[in-house]
């Protein structure tokens, strides 16, 4: 699993430099920017459902329930805003026929 954490660090930063080099005029950069998206996508929905099936019961059943209420604090929710502007600096345009065809040799 740590190594699905590195794998979407790297569909993160391939999002952002792409994405980069489209809003400064390049249009085949678009490709670039559907496939991160799309193998970041396929890469998180699987590795929640492994925290969700696996991970998180195995840790329930591991960590004393007193412990678990440390763990579990609410998120601070001024970072978590923080970190979701800065995620969306860059508005790009999303045409719904990038998102409904599969990209050759990608994920």
Same mark, same amino acid.
């Given at each position: 699993? !740590? +190594?699905?954490h590195v794998a979407a660090r790297a569909f993160t930063r391939g999002m952002g430099a792409a994405a980069e080099r489209l809003a400064a005029g390049d249009a085949? %950069? +678009?490709y670039e920017v559907v496939a991160n998206a799309s193998g970041y996508v396929e890469l998180l929905s699987?590795?929640?459902q492994k925290e969700n099936s696996i991970l998180f019961p195995l840790a329930g059943h591991i960590i004393p329930f007193g #412990? *678990? !209420?440390g763990v579990a604090k609410p998120t601070n +929710? %001024? %970072?978590t805003r #923080? *970190? +979701?502007k800065a995620c969306t600096r860059t508005t790009l345009p999303w045409p719904a026929r990038w998102s409904k065809r599969r990209m050759p040799g990608g994920p």
């Open positions: 699993m !740590l +190594a699905e085949s %950069s +678009a699987q590795h929640i #412990k *678990q !209420l +929710a %001024s %970072s #923080k *970190q +979701a």
